[in-house]
Structure formats: C-alpha cells, structure tokens
C-alpha cells in the first residue's frame, strides 16, 4: 500500500540573484518502510522532507505533478487540512534538539500541549500519556525530565524528548532529518536504536535524511541519493555495494575503513556529465 | 544528562539572586549619591551666596557656612549627605525654601501618571504592531507599521504636541487643553477630595468623584497618547525585529510540525522568547518616559518631574536640581532591577 507518492516535486526560492531550483523533479513513493534520503549539503535532502509537510514559507515556491499521503492531496490541502495531517498523521524530527525544542517551556508543556489543545485531554491524562511517551525512549526519570527545561538535557536527552514527542499522536510516517548528526559519537547508535525499534514495532513509514550513506543502508530497506537537487540513484539497501553512479561510488568511498589499507582517500571525481546537475 | 536542580534548589537559587541584586542595588545608589555629591560641590553656584546675597557681611558668610556644614570636611559631608538622603531629606530648596522631598513628591506623581499611560498606550499597540509587521514582512501591514514608526521616531514631540492641541483641542474640542485639570475640578480636587497617590486619575476614582476623573482623562488623554505613540514606534520597531528572529528558530518549525494553530505559533511559542528582550525594551521606554519628558510637559503645561527639574535649573536651584537627579536616577535604577528580575521569571536559562 503506497503512503506517500511524489511525482516531479519542485522547490524554487527566490533570491536577490534570481529564483533557484533547491529540488528539481524528484519523485518517489513510500510504503510502510523505511526510505533513506543520501546527499551531501544542498542536495535539497532537507527540502525535499520539509516540502512534503509544506513547511516551506513564501517567498519559497513548492510545485508537483502531484504529492499525495494515504489518499489526501498535500498541494490542495487547506491550511487547516494540513495542521489535521502534522503532528497527528506525519512527525518530523530535526537535526538539533539545542534549537529545535523551545527554550521557555518545560518539556512536559511541549509534550502534552499537542493532546490537550487539539485532543482536548485533560492534564492528568496528558501527562500520562508524555510519561509513557518518554519511557519508551528509554527515559528512566519521566517526571524530572517533564519539569525541565530543554536547556538542562544533554542532546542525546533532548533528541529523545524530542522524538517521543513526535511520537505521542502515533503518525503513519515519520520523516528524522540529520536526527544524530548533532549528537556525541557515542549517543548515535543509542537514539538510532530506539528510534529504529519505535518505527519498527508501530510499522510507521519512515523517511530518513541523512549525509552518512552507510549509516542509511544500514537503517533503510531502499536508499535515494540526490545531488543539486535530483535523484541520481534510487537502489536497495542490500545492493549499495554495487552502486553504479559516479556520485554514489564516490559517497561510499570517501570514508576511511578502520583496519583498511592507509592509502589517501580519493576525492569526489566530479568530472563525468552527470556532476553539472543536467538530468541524470 | 546533567542534573536538572530540584524546585526548592530552584527558589534557593532566585533568593540568593534577589539578595545579590539588592547588594548592587545599594552600591549603584551610593556611587548615584556621590556622583550628585560632587556635582553639588563643583557647580559654580555658591550655596551660601544665594543665601545671604552679594551685601552680607563676613560673619554672616561664615555663620550660614556652618550652619550649611560646609565647614566640615569632604567626606564627612558626604557622609551626611548619604544620611540625609536615605532618611528622605533631599535639602531645602532656594527658590522656594521648602524641602525638595516635599516638592517632588508633589510633582513626580504626574510625571508618573503620564509615563505610566503612555507606556500602556505604547506596548498595547506597539507590540500588536510588531508582531503583526513581522508574521508578514514586506506586506502592506508592515509597510504601513513601518511608516508609523518611522514618523514617531524622527518628529520632534514639541510639534507633534503642538500639532495635537490645535487639531483635537483648538479645532476639533475633542480633548481638554494644558494642564491636568480644568480650574473649577482643580479646585474640587485640592479642598474637597482626600489625595491618596497624587495621581489624579486614581485619586479621583477612589474618592467617587467621576466628573473630575472625566475631566483628568480629557486633559491626559492627549498628551499620555503623544508619549504613547513615541514609545510605540520604538516598542512596535524592536517587537518586530525580535519576533523576525524568533519566527526563524527551528523551535516554531517544530510547534508547526505537531500541528499548532498559527496563533499559537505565534504568540505563545514565539512571543515567550521575544518577550525576554522585549521586556527590557520596555522598562527602559518606561524609565526614559518616568525622567519626566521635558518638552511634552512644558507643552501641555504638566507640573511634572521634567517641568520641576527644567524650572529649578533656570533658577540656579541645584539643591532641587540634584534632589530631582537622585529620585531619576533612583527610578532608573529600580526599574532596571524589576526588569532584571522579571527576565529572569521569563527565561529559565538566566535563572541558573
């Protein structure tokens, strides 16, 4: 069953020197998996995420031949359609929970604020709901943590709030932008794998952007690689290694092997046609 | 994670800071009275001169300079100086030989009711405005904000007001003219009504007497409007500069992520945080605004702090120029405080 089918989206900003293309006709469509999103910075990874939740604001321009979720036109929605679909149905977690949680309240206000203004609960049972919430990303000390201030969690705390937030309304898809590049080597692989487990057990759709194209084959059942805007190569976790495109070969190649033989690592071979951004 | 403080910890630390801050409290109004101190003991007016005039005899001199403690020395007189000053006695003044307390507790309640109003006036419409220019930049709205503003910023206020009392008094009769009070109310209000603040408006109202508040509110309306829209086009101006940048914080990305309604968005989410620069934008406008606005005051014929200060200047008056220096200065200073502490109640990351 297909949850989110794009078809030739495109993003445009207006700037002082002219309108740019962030994404360029990229299409691809989503079931109940989980779909990796590979790129180096500006590729237009984000965008493309951000674009399907139609968080980009005027003056940026989002085009489609058609961007559709279970059913429900994204490009026609009104206003009010879409704040139903945020939060309830889609969740999107960001890069950097030092910027991305609100600094002036207090994790339990942030948690429960969605269940009691649109789910008219009580704050008895919306605190509930957030304590369980946190304890399933593995928070041992819900109620110290709901009387926090995002300023008094460590980021590896923080993205877990974070998620579990986005998590409480139990949506179909969950798109997780950089959701570790922020955090300490060592609590990567910790919030990987309880964001990994919570989508796995509630069989969400999951859209995961990220710059660590090993790091997406080995979360993701299928890979897209963009590159200044489209996608040069859609393929299978499984079958990375026999990547074909220039850009991705390079991606998988730039990165240094521990116990691997020390020769200088190559640098991106931008030479073939494919690296002026031209249809792929 | 780091450990977050427990509440109690929590209330400890704000008390400590309360604490801390009335200790730098104390010493800014001791570094405030010897800065006055030693104005008073430069200034080329010599005290005991204007006393006793051109003609008194040596003996004469000398008696008033003891009598002044200006035999003393220096810091001695300072000491007596700081005594006088936080026991409430400002000096007498030369113009009127009366106590300079007396006199500005008498005219600082009318500067205080017009700031007061006017920085009402100037944050119920300036930060409506703000917030209104920056959820849409570059819209009509903005523009016509922008434009507002502008016009309060570079005016000068004397031909605002001046401008304002011919329109709405002189042609229109909208509003009353100078002065706080028409003379048969002015009347009512010294011999018949108990004075509990000074302020007429409130005075008025807690005595019952509504055909005087009536007349207060047509006097002050026009001159507390014109310090309003001063302190809108600064208050509208920096309102909307914050919320531009708190609007692009990845934090209202999130609120409109889990679906909240832009008014949420918008005034809970991003006007918390804009509201802990706001609020010291705010108290500042107030503070300049309590200094007592010279121009306006002379203009609407207000018997203000600023007129006060201005009149005793003219008349050579330092002990009530000072006197009037100290309680500005103490206002400042008490008002950068309440702001200091009022951030802190905002913004949890300063409590820490």
């Known amino acids: 069953m297909t949850l989110l089918d794009v078809r030739n989206l495109r993003v445009t900003f207006q700037t002082e020197t002219g309108p740019v293309q962030a994404v360029r006709g990229v299409s691809f469509s989503l079931g109940r998996e989980r779909l990796g999103i590979v790129g180096e910075s500006g590729s237009g990874k984000t965008i493309t995420g951000r674009a399907v939740l139609r968080l980009i604001r005027p003056p940026g321009r989002v085009e489609a031949d058609a961007m559709v979720f279970d059913g429900q036109d994204l490009l026609h929605a009104t206003d009010r359609e879409m704040r139903a679909l945020r939060g309830k149905r889609i969740g999107m977690v960001m890069q950097d929970p030092k910027y991305s949680l609100n600094p002036v309240m207090t994790v339990g206000r942030q948690l429960t604020e969605g269940l009691r203004l649109r789910d008219g609960l009580g704050r008895a049972d919306a605190g509930a709901k957030a304590r369980a919430a946190l304890e399933a990303v593995q928070i041992r000390d819900p109620d110290r943590v709901m009387d926090a201030y995002p300023h008094e969690l460590s980021g590896g705390m923080g993205q877990r709030v974070m998620i579990a937030m986005m998590l409480i309304p139990e949506p179909d898809l969950l798109i997780a932008d950089e959701p570790t590049s922020a955090l300490d080597v060592t609590v990567q692989a910790e919030v990987l794998s309880i964001l990994d487990a919570l989508v796995r057990d509630r069989g969400m759709g999951l859209i995961f952007i990220s710059h660590d194209l090993r790091l997406v084959a080995r979360f993701c059942d299928r890979v897209l690689v963009m590159y200044k805007g489209r996608i040069v190569e859609e393929i299978a976790a499984r079958d990375l290694m026999a990547a074909r495109h220039p850009y991705t070969q390079g991606l998988l190649n730039c990165l240094p092997r521990i116990g691997g033989p020390r020769t200088p690592l190559p640098g991106l071979d931008r030479s073939g046609a494919w690296a002026s951004g031209g249809a792929p | ?352």
């Open chain 2, 1 to 352: 994670m780091t450990g977050s403080p427990v509440s109690g910890n929590r209330a400890f630390v704000l008390a400590g800071r309360i604490g801390l801050g009335l200790g730098s409290l104390a010493i800014t109004i001791l570094g405030l009275l010897l800065i006055t101190f030693l104005i008073s003991r430069v200034v080329p007016i010599d005290p005991v001169l204007s006393i006793v005039g051109e003609r008194a005899t040596e003996a004469q001199i000398a008696a008033v300079r003891a009598k002044l403690g200006l035999d003393l020395p220096m810091w001695q007189q300072f000491l007596i100086y700081v005594r006088d000053a936080l026991t409430g006695d400002l000096g007498t003044s030369i113009r009127t030989g009366e106590p300079v307390a007396a006199e500005i507790a008498r005219y600082f309640p009318a500067t205080l009711e017009l700031a007061t109003l006017g920085t009402i006036f100037g944050t119920l419409v300036g930060v409506p405005a703000g917030v209104l220019a920056a959820t849409r930049p570059g819209s009509l709205a903005d523009q016509v904000v922008r434009v507002i503003g502008l016009m309060g910023y570079s005016m000068p206020v004397f031909w605002l007001g001046l401008i304002g009392l011919l329109v709405f008094y002189g042609q229109l009769d909208w509003v009353s003219g100078p002065g706080r009070l028409d003379p048969t109310y002015d009347m009512m209000m010294q011999f018949t009504l108990t004075p509990y603040t000074g302020m007429i408006l409130i005075d008025s109202a807690l005595n019952g007497a509504w055909d005087v508040f009536g007349n207060a509110v047509s006097h002050i309306i026009l001159p507390a409007g014109l310090l309003g829209y001063v302190s809108m086009a600064y208050i509208s101006r920096m309102t909307r500069s914050f919320m531009m940048n708190e609007l692009g914080q990845e934090y209202i990305t999130t609120a409109r992520v889990k679906g909240m309604p832009e008014w949420r968005v918008v005034w809970v989410h991003a006007m918390k945080n804009a509201l802990v620069p706001l609020i010291t934008v705010i108290t500042l406008s107030y503070a300049y605004l309590l200094e007592g606005s010279v121009l306006t005051e002379t203009i609407f014929a207000w018997p203000g702090l600023g007129s006060y200060i201005t009149d005793a200047l003219f008349a050579a008056d330092m002990p009530a120029v000072l006197g009037g220096t100290v309680v500005v200065g103490a206002v400042f200073i008490t008002l950068n405080m309440a702001s200091d502490l009022l951030y802190r109640l905002v913004d949890p990351r300063a409590r820490a």
